[in-house]
């Protein structure tokens, strides 16, 4: 069985290899193949639907980067696009309203409600140095209230008591209460679990919300959720007005497609992912890592990656061939040997394990340093290709123009020129076949790339 | 302590075996079945638009895509093979083939005379593991058997006490230590306790744990060393418990678990919502491990034996 995507997409992605744009053809297998993907990750079908949608909209007619084939250019649009529909990183609670600002959750049985109520506690009381009573609404589960009445010892929170003969409502409005008495900066409500379309305990957890008016509604949702995170968040979303989404259980190696289901029906934020069972396993969001998992990723974005790569390889072995064929290195080349150096780990860490390198002037190595590579390549961008292919051509007003141009001083282009000549001939010194053993040699001594 | 309940468990139930059951089931039936009667209009054509239709209701109900094309190549087959005239043959085959996958794991739990027969609860967070236990124990207790329960949950807080409530509840004895207690050695005391006073049944349970977390599946592993130390037929079974609203997650953690406890049934909890459970068909096809119970609510009462006739007639009613 296919394990995640960049799996999946592999036959696919060979097939889609030398062509310059994305179409309704060429992509049609290969979203057939995502659409699969986001199934396996629990995405909810009607979710994963209007997503091939959309990606399909965005993706017809794109152009596709040199470095990737159509294939890699679509996971980068499914990529991108989901990151973006997952909405924005670390969203903060908003407490900005006079004390105590209040705090409700809600979800479904066995979520992480009561154990999300003592993070986010947590989380108030040692970051945001804010003063946090909690108080339980759940009268129905077994020793819910002792639960959390536990938790809010071992974090130092104020716990507001109750008993399972009180109605929740009451209790919410006698929390509220006894918070503002004591000045608290907040109060965090847990609830009972509840299945939506169970509608007296929906009814009551209306009830609760409109007694006591929360600033903050979390949604408190297991990442393992399968298909049905549409109907669970349609309801809830509906019932109360949600301002945020808790993701718990994320320490487990559940795909979660339900975040960008849920993300998907109710519009709201995902605000936090539970990421253990200790009070301390509360993370703010990240969209890209989300993605990343419903994708089945890193992999994924390494195959991009690895395309990125595989094309500056085909770059340099394009030089080599210049270089074989005795034709001369130009400033062109200089500047994608200095940028690829860049992506092979900066120019100052190659620098010593260049072969011939070490017999480069001092001087030279001095200037080639991870800051210079920058400027190198604006003074570079800002010449004529004439200018590229024959140096010798650059003279003073030409100098002048190119500087003014890349925002240097005359004396960098100067510079520039001279380290050219150097490299120069360096190059010539290693002559037919020299470069592609040097690449090999680098990469030989760098661990993860490939070979 | 007096507990309250749910207002759903207060009121009176339909009478009759499965009334219950089907009413709880009915919102899952609802959704489903809507499309499905649509569907089976007339004398529809078995065109693609056919297959699409099926194909979502089976990847709505989290059986996976893989068990989903299983499933429909199989009907596509048929259809070739001209065994298949209409959309409502179709529909009756593909009951038919669900069925002859579940069926064979629709195996209740025998219970030996082992004195004490040692049932250990497992699976991860929240699933619904002392709740099922809470169940099964009034179950047991109801046909006769001495039921003791252990509480080597002694992470979670105040997981002990909920298994106390639930234990004082059905007034059956509970052996506990502390939270934060060595749970192998809970185990240890609660097998003793049983021997002691001649229980039929022990029924262990656990802190619900990842399954990816290797620290926490030893200390699983040591429990069941623990249990098969005082006698090496047991446990007599180990339980899986899974959420019905788990989607393909499932897969994972019954391997996991599989491998290190060496799983020999399934509960399946909370099919009383709207998540259908589809999940069960691609376990069952992958592993055939008995399915022993569903859970259909929050109540002492709401487990029922996994009959395999009746998952499918909730899942796909007949026609
Ligand atoms: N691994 C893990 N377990 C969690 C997380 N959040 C909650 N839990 C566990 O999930 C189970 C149910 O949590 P609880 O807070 O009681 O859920 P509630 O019924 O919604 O109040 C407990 O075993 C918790 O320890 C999380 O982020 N990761
Ligand atoms: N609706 C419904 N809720 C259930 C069912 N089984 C358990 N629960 C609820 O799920 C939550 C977690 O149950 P619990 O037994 O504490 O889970 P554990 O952490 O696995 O031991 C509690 O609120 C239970 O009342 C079920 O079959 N239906
Ligand atoms: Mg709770
Ligand atoms: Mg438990």
């Known amino acids: 069985m296919f394990d995640n995507l960049s799996q999946r997409l592999q036959a696919t992605l060979k097939r889609l290899r030398g062509e310059g744009r994305l179409t309704e053809e060429n992509t049609r297998e290969a979203l057939r193949e995502v659409r699969m993907a986001l199934l396996e990750a629990d995405v909810a079908l009607p979710v994963v639907k209007d997503f091939i949608e959309h990606v399909r909209a965005k993706a017809a007619g794109q152009d596709v980067l040199a470095s990737l084939t159509p294939g890699q250019a679509l996971v980068k649009v499914v990529n991108d696009e989901l990151v973006a529909l997952m909405g924005a990183a670390n969203e903060r609670l908003n407490l900005a309203v006079r004390p105590p600002a209040v705090i409700l959750v809600a979800g479904l ?147 979660g497609g339900a975040a960008l289901s849920i993300r998907q029906v109710t519009g709201k934020p995902i605000k936090f992912l539970g990421v253990g069972e200790k009070t301390s396993a509360l993370e703010a969001f990240h969209p890209e890592r989300v993605a990343a998992r419903i994708l089945g990723m890193g992999d994924v974005l390494g195959l991009v990656e690895e395309a990125a790569r595989a094309a500056d390889k085909e770059k340099a072995q394009e030089f080599a061939r210049k270089l074989a064929k005795g034709k001369g290195f130009d400033l062109e080349d200089f500047r994608d040997q200095m940028a690829q150096m860049e992506k092979m780990g900066g120019v100052a860490n190659l620098m010593g394990k260049l072969p011939g390198m070490g017999e480069a002037p001092d001087a030279a190595k001095a200037q080639l340093g991870d800051r210079q590579v920058k400027q190198l390549v604006a003074i570079i961008n800002s010449m004529t290709p004439q200018e590229r292919r024959f140096p010798d051509t650059i003279r003073g007003s030409r100098k002048r123009r190119i500087a003014a141009g890349s925002g240097t001083q005359v004396q960098d282009v100067n510079r520039l020129l001279k380290q050219f000549d150097q490299m120069q001939k360096m190059m010539k010194r290693m002559g037919k076949g020299g470069l592609q053993k040097l690449l090999r040699d680098v990469k030989g001594r760098l661990p993860g790339l490939p070979g | 302590m007096t507990q309250s309940h749910p207002p759903q468990q207060t009121e009176k139930r339909p009478a009759g075996l499965f009334g219950r059951l089907r009413e709880k089931l009915a919102a899952t039936q609802r959704s489903f079945t809507r499309g499905l009667s649509d569907l089976l209009l007339g004398g529809r054509a078995l065109d693609d638009s056919l297959f699409e239709e099926l194909e979502t209701l089976l990847l ?177 079974e180990v339980l899986l418990v899974l959420d019905a609203g788990t989607g393909q997650n499932a897969l994972s953690q019954l391997a996991h678990f599989g491998e290190a406890v060496g799983v020999t049934g399934l509960a399946l909890t909370k099919l009383d919502g709207t998540a259908k459970g589809g999940i069960l068909i691609a376990l069952a096809r992958k592993t055939g491990l008995p399915i022993r119970y569903i859970g259909v609510g929050e109540g002492m009462d709401d487990l029922r034996e996994f009959i395999a006739e009746e998952y499918v007639d909730a899942l796909l009613p007949a026609p």
């Open chain 1, 109 to 255: 049985q066995g979520s992480g409600k009561t154990t999300t109520v003592a993070k986010l506690a947590r989380f108030l009381q040692e970051r945001e140095k804010k003063s946090v009573m909690v108080a339980s609404a759940d009268v129905y589960r077994p020793a819910a209230i002792d639960q959390l009445q536990k938790l809010a010892a071992t974090i130092g929170a104020e716990f507001f008591p109750s008993r399972t003969d009180q109605q929740p409502e009451n209790i919410a409005r006698h929390a509220v209460d006894e918070a503002r008495k004591r000045v608290m900066d907040v109060l965090i409500l847990d609830t009972a679990g509840r299945l939506h379309v169970d509608e007296a305990m929906m009814r009551e957890i209306r009830a609760v919300h409109a007694a006591i008016e929360p600033v903050e509604t979390l949604f408190v949702v297991d990442s393992m959720t399968g298909q049905d995170a549409v109907n669970t968040a349609k309801a809830f979303d509906a019932a109360l007005p949600l301002t945020g989404v808790i993701l718990t259980k994320t320490d487990g190696d559940a795909r």
């Open chain 2, 60 to 236: 709505s109900a989290d059986v996976g895509v893989e068990t989903t094309q299983y499933l429909l190549k199989g009907i596509t087959e048929q259809v070739s093979r001209k065994q298949l005239r209409d959309a409502r043959a179709v529909y009756q085959a593909l009951r038919q083939s669900i069925l002859s996958i579940v069926a064979p794991c629709s195996r209740r739990l025998e219970i030996a005379a082992a004195r004490p027969f040692v049932i250990m609860v497992v699976g991860v967070n929240g699933v619904g593991k002392t709740t099922t236990i809470a169940k099964l124990a009034r179950r047991l207790k109801n046909d006769g058997h001495a039921v003791m329960v252990g509480a080597a949950d002694t992470f979670r807080a105040a997981a002990i006490e909920q298994l106390k409530t639930w234990a004082g509840r059905l007034d059956i004895p509970v052996i506990a230590q502390h939270t934060g207690a060595d749970a192998a050695a809970v185990v240890h005391d609660a097998l003793n306790a049983a021997k002691a006073r001649a229980s039929d049944i022990l029924i262990v349970d656990t802190a619900g744990r990842q399954h990816t977390q290797a620290g926490l599946m030893d200390e699983l592993k040591k429990i069941r060393r623990v249990i098969a130390k005082a006698d090496p037929a047991a446990p007599h």
